[in-house]
């Protein structure tokens, strides 16, 4: 690695050449959108001069007259001005705004019927034909100018984009701040997604890390390291620090007569079995009770020593264990954890847990992968020769309400030598046979310990891993001679795979000036190329998604790969880079082929990678993101823990999928027959029970008391304040996401309902709802609200059906019970009597709205960026082609796929782009290599 100095310097340098191609880079802590980042021409026209005069002649007084007491400098209702709208139309802003005021015209919603002004209805027809055809006008000016965003990628999107360029699945963007999310809660937003001062320097410190770790110069890696830990065997040490005995590792020969003596006998396992943990958070309050060396009756420790975790790796940990199911029918769930110290934070497996359900006779093996950079260790590169003695913990992670969180003595296989318990363990010992007892009287289930293989590989050694070795040896001959033609050679491989396409010479040449420099400064061959290699990866091509290329490379690169469809393909299906298959295709420019790009959306969406996408539309569709910041208050809902919040957060992501990739209809979404849950959900919700953390397909009876995202724990807590159900945050809810009609936010001058302060105690919820929109400022906007999340009321705060609502005094703490009353009127006039009602005239009556918000909500996602006026035809296009499918979502994707929103660019905007961007680059070796 280089000196302290040369890097601090490289880090300015490469700084320099980021903000002379992102301008706005420059400034400490902005995020620059880039001047490339949406092109788009303002075309002025006869037309729209004709617009604007009509305007002036004809609409705007009809408005001052009828619209400006309440729009106007003294008032302005729902955040609108209609005197500093711009008739022009000239941002995404005024045409939301004429929008709004054309929808409210055509229902007649405004001006309200008690206003005394009101315009006539040959008026009400003249502002909605201007606005209609000034839409036009608009549409025909931004269709003409469209363009596909160009934009950066985003963390998951530039983690998998390195995950897949090492083959290595580390969390390469773990501390990698997260860019905002757009106001319609997307993330892939061009116009949020730049490069920052402070981004910089974690993209080039994963970097350099990335490089380090992954990229492999000739010398000796290391063997790998083995382990078999039988439980029974595994002893506690009264007073040895870590209080464990320590495995060392085994040689080929012993780890195979090892295997030898455990195939030839009887499964013999540890005398503690784990029980299941209670429900509701856990007992944090006892110090004696959470003390790091301290057993609880879920978990069991075991120790172990390793020369490898400073290197790059991963760890093959395979669990042998049976399970002793409750009497309810429920199974064990393995958890597996491992650090350096018991006092350290285990890290997370991959995947996280086990299911367990496999009799003694025969037990099951549960894999679990974790990097060597996850696990979190007391090793410094300045100790890489020193050992490592790691603490790995299993538990029974399943929950139960007759589980007992509690110590256990640790000494169950103490050692020769000292076999009678220290007295201070009696008790515990005491104690935790009669909690054993009442534990296997109320019949929990029960995990059995048989034994756990490791394995540690270093990368390289790993079979998966796509290697990037440089043959340093060859570059050492000759004096060095051949030096600069293996780092030639292995720059322009690196950089075709980081780039997403071919490289042209002068791309290469670019980054090799970089090289030269680098070696003419003093630096060694494995340094400088070490140091090119993290500046592709930080480089234009590498971190944003179309990036245009440089003009005079057109005549090597197909016009295909000019428009960067294959990466835009597979950013959007697989959140993550294409493979040669794309490539290849986009190479010989067959994608513009209908059919061929239907075959590749068909193979895409069959492949495991267009989970990553399905998963990540789930979230930020739904708005899963402010599950976290609702904080659910203990004392109405004791029974409550993160386990069962991340269960309801796998629920409605796991609906997503599973209707999306089983091409089912869209409609399921709001009403299925099916839910997917698992032991501790449908005990939450009071369904029949199953076997498994593992969420799983069950039939419900009646679709409309379970099934479909709004009966779905997640979505109902996140629209409550975790102590009381909100309807206004679940009307709001379902007008943005499932309808695509939000409301407007609310007048700052009004306080938010406050349903708990002790004036209002007395009333039922829906009272106290009545009581705040009695409120002017608030009616309008709370008629079109409130309804929908009324509805949904037999819900609590965090999804359980109730017939009455707790209600606890702020002042006595006194509890009483609120009755329920779901029953409401839709704006609509529709008499709804409950969630099922709901639920029935959303897929009876308002289908079509359902159907084309998610279409609005799905394109938004695939363009990065909100559709806007140039692509309502298309849009509408899309709609058809979805309704005709059977509202198949795969169906949807193909549609917007092919679309030409998805995939213009036209060749003025193209050239344009790419002489932008060839004037940003030229520097890029001489700032690069100004490092003195």
Known sequence: MKPPSAVTVLAVSVFVLVAVWFPSAGMPGSVSYGDDALVQVVVTSPRNEASLASFSETIAPIMKRNCSQCHGEGKQEAGLRFDELDPAMSSDHDVSAWSSVRDAL??????????????????????????????????????????????????????????????????????????????????????????????????????????????????????????????????????????????????????????????????????????????????????????????????????????????????????????????????????????????????????????????????????????????????????????????????????????????????????????????????????????????????????????????????????????????????????????????????????????????????????????????SEGDSFEDALKETFSTVLISDPFLYVAAPIPLDHHQSISEEERRQLASRLSYFLWSGPPDDRLLELASQNRLSDPGTLATEVSRMLGDRRARRFSERFAREWLRLDKYGLVAINPEFYPNYDEDLGEDMVSEAITTFQEIFHGARDARELIASETVYVNQRLVRHYGLPPVTGGQLQAVDVPDYRTRGGLLHQGAILTMTADGAESNPIYRGVWILERLLNDPPPPPPPSVPALDASSADLAPLTLKQKIEFHRQQSACATCHAKIDPWGLALENFDAIGAWREAALVINPDTAARSFSPIDSSTVLPSGEKIEGSSDLVSYLVGQRQEEFTRALTWHMMTYALARAPNLGDESELESIHRYFRTSGYKLPSLVLAIVQSESFQAVPESTAMDQADSFQKKNAPTATLIGERQ
């Open 106 to 519: 055509n229902s007649h919603q405004m001006p309200p019927p008690d206003e005394t002004r009101q315009p006539s209805e040959q008026e009400r027809q003249q502002i909605v034909a201007w606005i209609d055809a000034s839409f036009e006008g608009v549409a025909r000016r931004r269709r003409a100018n469209r363009s596909s965003s160009m934009r950066r990628l985003t963390v998951a999107e530039y983690e998998h984009t390195l995950q897949e360029l090492f083959g290595a699945k580390v969390a390469f963007a773990k501390n990698l701040p997260a860019a905002p999310l757009s106001e319609h809660g997307y993330s892939r937003d061009a116009d949020l997604l730049g490069v920052s001062a402070l981004e910089l320097e974690y993209f080039l410190a994963i970097a350099r890390q990335s490089v380090d770790d992954y990229v492999i110069f000739a010398g000796h890696i290391p063997d790998s390291e083995h382990y078999l830990i039988e439980f029974e065997d595994v002893e506690y040490r009264p007073g040895v620090a870590g209080g464990y005995s320590v495995d060392e590792p085994l040689t080929e020969q012993e780890l195979l007569e090892k295997r030898r003596a455990r195939d030839a006998g009887p499964v013999i396992y540890s005398d503690r079995t784990l029980f299941p943990l209670p429900d509701g958070p856990l007992d944090l309050s006892s110090e004696e009770l959470n003390r790091s060396d301290r057993q609880k009756f879920h978990q069991q420790f075991a120790r172990f020593k390793s020369h490898q975790l400073h290197k790059a790796g991963e760890l093959v940990a395979r669990v042998y264990v049976a399970a002793k199911l409750g009497d309810d029918g429920s199974a064990p769930r393995l958890r597996f954890r491992i650090g350096d110290t018991l006092g350290m934070e285990f890290a997370e497996p991959i995947p996280s847990e086990c299911d367990v359900t496999a009799s003694t006779e025969k037990p099951q093996v549960c894999t679990f992968r974790i990097p060597f950079r996850h696990v979190p260790t007391g090793t410094t590169d300045e100790e890489e020769d020193e050992e490592t003695t790691l603490t790995l913990s299993v538990s029974n992670a399943s929950r139960n309400p007759d589980a007992i969180y509690d110590v256990v003595p640790e000494g169950y296989n103490v050692a020769p030598g000292k076999s009678g318990l220290m007295s201070r363990y009696r008790k515990t010992l005491a104690d935790s046979i009669v909690s054993k007892a009442a534990m296997r009287t109320a019949g929990v289930n029960e995990l059995y310990l048989d034994a756990i293989e490791i394995d540690l590989v270093p990368f390289g050694l790993d079979m998966h891993a796509r290697l990037w070795r440089i043959d340093a040896q060859r570059a050492n001959l000759n004096a060095g001679a051949d030096a600069r033609t293996v780092a030639e050679e292995s720059l322009q491989a690196f950089m075709q795979r980081a780039y997403r396409r071919s490289i042209s010479s002068a791309e290469l040449d670019s980054m090799m000036s970089l090289y030269d420099q680098f070696r």
